[in-house]
């Protein structure tokens, strides 16, 4: 454990915990330390962070802050949605797509300073520590990890503090008690966990929820919302192009007023236990549904089943960690090839925690009027050709089925 | 065409189409017509049938009529229910899940009667004539399979009426009109398509809907319902004991008054085209939700994980009418394995559209508080396996990474 | 069927079955017949199909002749030794593969004479039919698509020749008599099928073989040959480099002398029929056998399952006639980005009907003798890490485990 | 490490490493140990095993030794054929196969005999260690397990043999030495890997093979063999019905003579890094071949698809040792369902290298001559069907084609 360590990159939020790990790792590798801050949209100022970090003792060049939000919807949020990306049938993977991102500029900055290691304020029995050193080794294998979670002894609230107190760590009055659950927030959704939601025959406290109205508590009347596509990806809301972020910011919005996107889970974690979660996504709901709507006027049957048969394993990748991985890249690359002309608007109407898709429209749909009519029209679908596409699918049946008479029972 | 038919059993719903049919087969190929009317809970008296088929001049023998509504639930939904099937990620496969068994009934009738051909109602562009006559066929291999919609040449709907005329059918007052769209019902769903639906891009109509409530109709309270399931079938509601059929039926109503169930789907027919259909399945979309949330805690990962890739795959099967195919046996007998301990009681809670699990329990639950707590337990969870778990996980990301390093753009 | 059509392009081989069906469309269509004849490889003189062209009375202009065997391998065989495709575990897919590149230049010639039909000399019982035809649509949907074999009334052998003679077609002496099988050829592979190879329990006739000489009359003296690859294509063999049907065909050579590459095999036909074929593949086995062993070097686990996992599905696109399909071209997209770095020389010892690896080597080998010896050595490997990973992957077969106790059986 | 552990049950195979063991066992750990030796066919007498047991001080009642070879074949080799399971394309898992049976041993005797341990002599860096733990967690959640190798100092072959002098274990001479590969051996197979064998630039030495023929050396006439099986497991040779085991000793007998089942990999292993085995399976190689045999004429074609697309799932989850996952039972469930008639004989012929089937019978067999036959038949195959199911089939892809001609490159 006492490994050699020089400069170390922590992906600092500026709260508690991190400023824990930020003064631990400075008492016991006796190295230097360089956060790092992002900005994915959890909703917190960043600007404390710096100053907190300073106070810590950090050097002003060792401070790297940086709102990453358009790269992240950008190349992490849509490629993940182009797939329909859920885990076990239901979990938007808010988290998951989140990790690579923050790997991989902590990764950056380590290079650009010279940093031997990194290190991640993960618990010991969660995922997001997988997420992270598999980010870090795949993108610089020869990385130093610290993983404080894992390593300390300040297992229990009350050491932690201790250690905060004898550091001079500031505490805010409202971290002294426990939190009743803990939160992970990001641009497309917040997740709460633990305390109060490990019993998973009782009902989330509404207190858990905190980024959407509750269903009840949504305006009486519907919104109709009007988003386009372009190649697999939302650009635009109501015929106004935004940028990835503003646009999923603006679903957000829509979703949160609408009570749109609660999700309340228990889920089998990578390293191995199940988990209750409550999470929500708001503008991610919404965007499932509309861009399934795109997908099924413009993808082809083949490529639409594909996707859906690749598709749990793909959101199995993304969950465990394995971004960065060749298979999730190859995944990526079938799931790409799709989107093509996965172009036009779809009409969603948001009501009280249901997006339903109500219209869509592309200049290349695949939809034929002409074909599916029940009158008969000027195209070429000729009835009894129906009668041999079933006769030559029936044949392999019609011999299994005459061969089931042979067998005595 | 001109086949030599000697007695047809007919898949009879006394409505007009197949009475025009039965006719048809009378005088097209001068045989002896078998009639079968199934009460699959299409919501439909089935006394009338027989009346009209005894006017129709079918003799009293000939006359099957059977209420399947048990052996449908208990015997097809429910093993489809296992699997959490969903056809193209959205349609709960109402249609498609009863035309086996109609098929199965049909085939047995016509052995008992000594019946040489069978005949459905179903169109020439749609999915069902394939998933009856793959039924049939598969059951039955010699069977004589009569197609009226793609034989004959009363392809518009005036040529209907006029050799119903003809024949002295009775017509229905609202049938001389054209139907706004059709319909097909059963005890799972009621589905409409064509007409004034076909356009993608337009919000159907409110009037489509007959089997739920607008969720903006539905109460301003939410409906609390609490589902027992026994080896991955649903057995009881609020702790009545209720046969299949029953307890669908009790989910419907629950689901009609709360809005819940109704999809507007573009879908890809197996004929190959795509079409627009509008669903309500009240009681399949709880029972479905109903469903993932008993075996988030009774499944194990690997088993849940296995059955999501397996899914789209047996859902496409049996849209396709491939229910008496070996290799939907196989996937059922993979699926049926998983749900030995699927068995507990999950609540939902019924909002206007929204179908919300949120509390379950099991005598054979895997979620395990202790292991989950972020308190250090007592359990045999060391933190420091975490970090062999990631670095032996790393491992070939690491190799692979270091690889990349060599390459020369 | 008696459909309007002007011009039509004839896959056309020059033998009697082909130049029966060009007069035969002359005369049932009166229309103009353009052919096509390409050199695939198959080992046959192309002169002859023109001068044969010419004597039916085909305008100079109208007969195309093209080597397309470059074009074969590089674009159509490579790109799907890249999936080691097998159909069914065994098949190399060697008919399948060339029918796209057929129905690809037939449409690209019927656009640039102006065409408005395409026709083929495949039979009505087979996979080649469907494979020519679905080429066809998906590159110019609205051409139509002649089958002589389902239309005519040419359903014998001496009705064939009836016709010939009537038509001063001329028939080769040992085409008067019927063949004891048939015979698709191309630079992939020979197969035989039909007549004396009907009865799958029958062991088939030593003179069926046709591209290779049998085990037995093989040298008795190893032959060593090294293969070298860039990024998934073989590229060399014994460091020359060769263009792809240049390599294929080295390869032939090796192979047919060393008895390697004969399969007799029961497959499973598109069309819903079992058949027993002859297949001879001598390059391509050798092929597969060295693409895996470069492939064990260079690719990534977590790659390399993918791929096999996606393979089944793959050959069966193919085996199908959907090389044009979406998804296909979806699986093509991942299958490629997995070859980046299969680049390498593998020796492969040739014996008797054997193809065996026995060395591979590459600059981007992911092999790391240091990681796999079991001497403890400077890497990063701690034997420890091992304990975390079994643990952590066994916590869920644990609680798993533990709950199979609880239940009475 | 230094856990309290009363009585130890250790998988002991009475030679020096295992015997090292046994001893560190009782010094380390000061508990009682107790040995378990399985006879799976390895080729190796079991009377010294229990001599030295007793010579190192095992109680006589502490002694288990079992001839499990009947077991071993009938309940893990034949179910894992019944898949055609081959890891990464090639390797029969013949190690993998047999750990999961020995696991089950040692678990049963731990409860008969009171342990509360369980120990094996598999290295830090192997599957095998992977493969007896999760066997022995998923049996019995609560055992302690003991893996030497990763605990103790003896990391050097030095090193072990002084603790061997130390203890008084006897070392035979040719141990003195280190030998220049390491050998697993069970009826299924012998694999060989390490020193000597750790280049895969390098091929192979003549001298590691112990249980083929080199082909070169192995006969110059084929011998002919024909095997028997009832629902997908091998019953007969040559007419004369087998046990599991005697018959998988005779298919190797046969196959050492004539040179069949030699393989050089490279191979992904479960912990992480690549390694490279020589594999020699000659009996199951047969037997493999003539499984697929018998079921190209008795498996239908969906069910065999769907077996050769689970397959490699199937085979993953052996070599990584999740034998007893929920996951590997469900894909037995399918796998086995299909296998009902997969009953009748093969004949395969031998030479030097070769398993070719070059015949199948069935009383089953769906094949059927008079539907595949060029001639027009009796049978119900009109080949006018294949114009609809070839027109249904492509009509997505006209839809596709269509679209692609209305965008701009």
């Keep these: 454990m006492a490994r050699d360590v020089k400069k170390v990159v922590l992906a600092y939020s500026g709260g508690l915990d991190t400023s824990v790990i930020l003064k631990w790792l400075q008492t016991t ?42 790269e992240f919807v950008r190349d992490y949020v849509f490629p993940m949605f182009r797939a329909n990306a859920l885990y076990e049938g239901q979990y938007l993977l808010g988290t998951s797509i989140a990790r690579p991102l923050i790997a991989k500029k902590q990764i950056e900055i380590a290079r650009r300073v010279g940093a031997d290691a990194v290190s991640h304020g993960a618990t010991g029995k969660g995922n997001d520590q997988v997420r992270f050193e598999l980010g870090y080794y795949a993108l610089e294998p020869e990385i130093t990890v610290i993983a404080p979670w894992r390593e300390w002894d300040l297992t229990s ?124 996504t708001p503008g991610g709901t919404i965007l499932l549904a509309a861009h399934r709507g795109i997908e099924s006027i413009t993808l082809d049957r083949g490529a639409a089943h594909l996707k859906d048969e690749l598709m749990p394993r793909y959101a199995e990748l993304i969950y465990n960690g394995f971004w960065f991985a060749p298979e999730r890249e190859m995944l990526q690359a079938a799931i790409d090839h799709s989107q093509r002309f996965v172009t036009g608007t779809v009409k969603v109407k948001l009501y009280k925690g249901n997006a339903t898709v109500v219209g869509r429209e592309s200049p290349y749909s695949l939809y034929n009027q002409d074909l599916v009519t029940f009158e008969e029209g000027a195209v070429a679908y000729d009835h009894r050709d129906a009668a041999g596409f079933i006769k030559l699918n029936a044949l392999r049946l019609r011999t299994y089925g005459a061969r089931a008479r042979k067998i005595p029972d």
Tied chains: 1, 2, 3, 4.
């Design 29 to 70: 590798y006796g190295c230097e330390v360089v956060t790092f801050t992002a900005d994915l949209g959890q909703g917190e100022e960043l600007t404390p962070a710096r100053e907190k970090a300073l106070l810590l003792g950090i050097k002003p060049e060792n401070i790297f802050i940086e709102d990453v939000r358009e």
């Design 157 to 280: 609230r009350t050491r932690l503090l201790e250690f905060a107190e004898a550091h001079q760590i500031p505490i805010a009055k409202d971290k002294r008690g426990e939190a009743p659950f803990s939160v992970d927030a990001n641009l497309l959704h917040s997740s709460s966990e633990g305390k109060v939601l490990e019993d998973p025959a009782e009902d989330a406290p509404d207190y858990v929820y905190q980024r959407t109205l509750s269903p009840e508590a949504a305006p009486d009347v519907a919104t109709l919302v009007e988003i386009g596509f372009q190649q697999g990806d939302a650009v635009s809301i109501d015929g106004e192009l935004l940028s990835p972020a503003t646009l999923l910011t603006r679903l957000n919005e829509l979703g949160r007023a609408n009570g749109i996107g609660r999700l309340d889970l228990v889920e089998n974690r990578f390293v191995g236990m199940k988990s209750r979660g409550i999470y929500e």
